[in-house]
């Protein structure tokens, strides 16, 4: 009798499971209830497992929501009675046991359950045994195994697996190294994030996966403390933000930036927890976007006071900001004669420092000082012999190495501004000086004066005779001395100087440069012809990626004729393109081939053949998909035709692998054949294949292209010409 009532209860139950899912709210929690009294009247743990067992292998890609409510619900109601809780932690144990399950279904909804029992649990239940079986499963092989495990462990972070690991540990692994995003996303949006985590949790802002640096900035960036963070780790998160393309991640950051500080009263502070010397032009758009939410402190007081570097680097953002908005009437400036005083003590600090470091941050301030001072409309007589004396002390008397040619060109163009009768007399006796002192500094200097001291004078050609033409053969400073040539040359002929830059340009990567600007500014055949002679060379013999935009410059200038040397340069670039690590290069590459596409493509038809020969396996896809939208989008007409029919040619030859054959017949596959196409063309295309047929029928099958071809076709007979023509191409005498 017992046996029997055993057997209703579970044929019982089992119809109550089968039934949730489609009754309605008040048979929902009439079923509830009797299953609770049946569980709590008998020990019906077997019978329970194996409605468990059904529920565990359904046939739906996860539990359905009402079975999980359900549950839930039981087994909450169930753990209230004291005297039940054995039956809960059975259950517990049946259900950690299928964990282990060869089906990944079955490890997957046995997971979830877990999940539910775990709010029911008594803390002491959880051993560290249960979660290191539980923390396996971060590994499986099935992503959704691993997000439910995700799930379970979450509350469970500090918990600890051994004396030096614990789960955040295997958290924080999982966030990094995961390949599924949907893993790295859960992981992300359930990570505790504190100061252990922040690294792993920072480094999302640059996921390959544009949701999971969304999820990033929304979700994580707010719950970092910044004062934890490192300054590397702050400019980090800056230069990461303001480089985001995809979305406003730096709109995400100024927000955070808001609420932690009191802006713009707290500028400073902002600046000084930013500041990085090579991140200047980063934090520069920070900054910009800061003020366009809350605006500029529009005082100079606290650049008077404390003139340090960074206060100088925010006051002169301050300026260029409010002079782009609302003009340079509207800039708020000291006094001349004050701030000129704090350019001079600025001077006298750099004179008499000695130690390196801050020797160098005291330059870094003169640089901004410099263009502070350019903001100025007029000059009293006073501040423009104490310019004058400032910059004669820094490029006369000076010879530190933390003299950077960036403040050079600063002072050389507020020069030119606080000078007048006298320019070339206080420039040249600058020359002079520093010649002695300091020939680096000297150098730099009259570089600067090629570049900004017009109109050209005695000044300038006393400096090419008695500086430039003396030294080009100087090994020691030969690139330096010939790039004052170089500007020299950009606005007068000298034969030296441009025979100079030509038998230097295979020494230096500097000078062959210049000699590529030179070659397209002047269009002479001089230099052009060397110019050309050497990219060639370096094409055949070298493998430097470094060559990539200086032969770029010469193609898109439209200086170089010859296509041999066009083909070359698109293969070797195409080439690069497809295997550098240097993001700058691969962008400037995205761009040029663009350029370069757009308005002829049929160099990159030209190689196509040989390029997908050559390039690595991985890049196949990407290569074509991008060569067919570059083609696409040309202004060379029915470009993929052409292709089309190249493709062909270089299939009917007898030569080459049969994975090589078959990629480009895959080329062929993703060609759209259209009505537009020239006939002529399209005769000679579906000759070519007939060819194929012939040669290669057995190996490969060119049925659909053939088909697509033949809807295209007026029907017309090939004639004699285009078939001597095609032969010609296939090599058939």
């Not at 409510?69 to 909450?76: D, K, P, S, W």
């Not at 934090?283 to 910009?288: A, D, K, M």
């Not at 292209?705 to 010609?728: C, N």
Request: aromatic residues 8%.
């Amino acid at each position: 009798m017992e046996q029997t009532n055993l057997y209703s209860d579970l044929y019982r139950m089992q119809l109550i499971f089968n039934e949730i899912q489609g009754c309605d709210s008040k048979r929902y929690s009439e079923s509830l209830n009797e299953v609770i009294e049946i569980l709590n009247t008998q020990e019906l743990l077997n019978e329970f497992c194996r409605i468990l067992d059904t529920i565990l292998v359904c046939k739906k890609p996860s539990i359905p929501l009402r079975i999980l409510n359900f549950l839930r619900r039981t087994f909450e109601d169930v753990s209230e009675d004291p005297s039940r809780q054995q039956f809960i932690i059975e259950i517990f144990s049946y259900l950690i046991q299928a964990v282990d399950s060869r089906m990944h279904k079955v490890r997957r909804n046995s997971l979830s359950v877990i999940g539910l029992l775990l709010d029911v649990l008594q803390p002491s239940t959880i051993d560290s045994v249960v979660i290191q079986k539980l923390c396996e499963r971060l590994f499986d092989k099935d992503k959704g195994v691993r997000k439910e495990t995700i799930r379970v462990l979450s509350g469970f972070q500090g918990s600890e697996l051994n004396r030096n690991v614990k789960v955040v540990n295997l958290f924080k692994d999982i966030l990094r190294y995961d390949p599924n995003n949907d893993v790295r996303m859960f992981m992300l949006s359930v990570i505790s994030v504190e100061q252990s985590t922040y690294n792993c949790v920072i480094e999302r802002c640059m996921d390959m996966d544009e949701s999971i640096r969304k999820m990033f900035y929304g979700i994580c960036l707010p719950k970092i403390d910044m004062k934890e963070l490192s300054a590397d780790k702050r400019v980090f998160l800056m230069e990461r933000a303001v480089v985001e393309r995809d979305f406003d991640a730096k709109g995400k950051l100024v927000d955070v930036l808001l609420s932690v500080h009191c802006l713009p009263e707290q500028l400073e502070v902002l600046v000084d927890e930013f500041y990085d010397t090579s991140a200047l032009g980063h934090l520069e758009t920070l900054l910009r976007s800061v003020f366009d939410r809350v605006g500029c402190s529009k005082s100079f007081e606290y650049v008077i006071s404390r003139p340090t570097e960074k206060n100088t680097f925010l006051y002169l953002t301050e300026l260029q900001y409010i002079e782009e908005k609302d003009g340079r009437d509207a800039l708020c400036l000291p006094e001349i004669d004050e701030f000129v005083s704090v350019m001079y003590e600025s001077c006298m600090s750099v004179m008499e420092c000695t130690m390196d470091e801050s020797r160098r941050e005291m330059v870094n301030r003169m640089r901004n000082l410099f263009r502070i001072a350019k903001m100025y409309d007029l000059f009293s007589d006073t501040s423009r012999r104490c310019i004058q004396g400032i910059i004669y002390k820094l490029l006369a008397k000076s010879c530190m190495e933390e003299i950077v040619e960036e403040v050079v060109d600063e002072a050389m163009q507020i020069t030119s501004v606080v000078c007048d009768t006298d320019l070339n007399s206080f420039i040249g006796s600058v020359v002079k000086k520093s010649m002695h002192v300091s020939p680096g500094i000297c150098l730099m200097v009259c570089k600067q004066v090629m570049r900004h001291i017009r109109p050209f004078s005695s000044l300038h050609s006393a400096i090419v005779d008695e500086i430039v033409v003396p030294n080009i053969e100087n090994g020691g400073m030969v690139v330096e001395v010939l790039e004052i040539g170089f500007f020299y040359v950009l606005e007068r002929d000298n034969a030296v100087i441009v025979q100079g830059l030509i038998d230097a340009m295979s020494d230096s990567h500097r000078v062959w440069c210049m000699c590529v600007d030179l070659a397209i500014y002047t269009r002479n055949q001089t230099i052009l012809i060397p110019v050309e002679e050497y990219a060639r060379d370096i094409l055949e013999r070298f493998d430097d990626e470094q060559m990539i935009i200086p032969v770029s410059k010469l193609i898109l200038s439209g200086c170089v004729s010859d296509n041999e040397l066009k083909e070359m340069f698109v293969k070797f670039a195409l080439a690069k393109y497809y295997c550098t690590d240097d993001d700058h290069l691969k962008q400037y590459c995205s761009v040029m081939f663009f350029e370069m596409f757009c308005k002829d493509s049929s160099i990159l038809i030209e190689v196509f053949c040989d390029i997908i020969e050559s390039i690595n396996e991985c890049s196949y896809k990407v290569f074509i998909s991008q060569s067919l939208y570059w083609i696409g989008n040309s202004k060379y007409v029915n470009g993929s035709q052409q292709l089309f029919y190249k493709i062909c040619i270089r299939l009917a030859a007898e030569n080459g692998d049969e994975r090589y054959k078959k990629l480009l017949l895959g080329v062929l596959d993703s060609i759209d054949v259209l009505a537009c196409w020239e006939s002529c063309l399209t005769k000679k295309i579906i000759f070519c294949c007939s060819i194929i047929a012939k040669r290669l029928g057995n190996r490969l099958n060119l049925g659909d292209s053939v088909t697509r071809l033949m809807e295209v076709d007026d029907g017309e007979p090939i004639s004699k010409e285009d078939l001597e023509s095609a032969k010609i191409d296939l090599g058939i005498k």
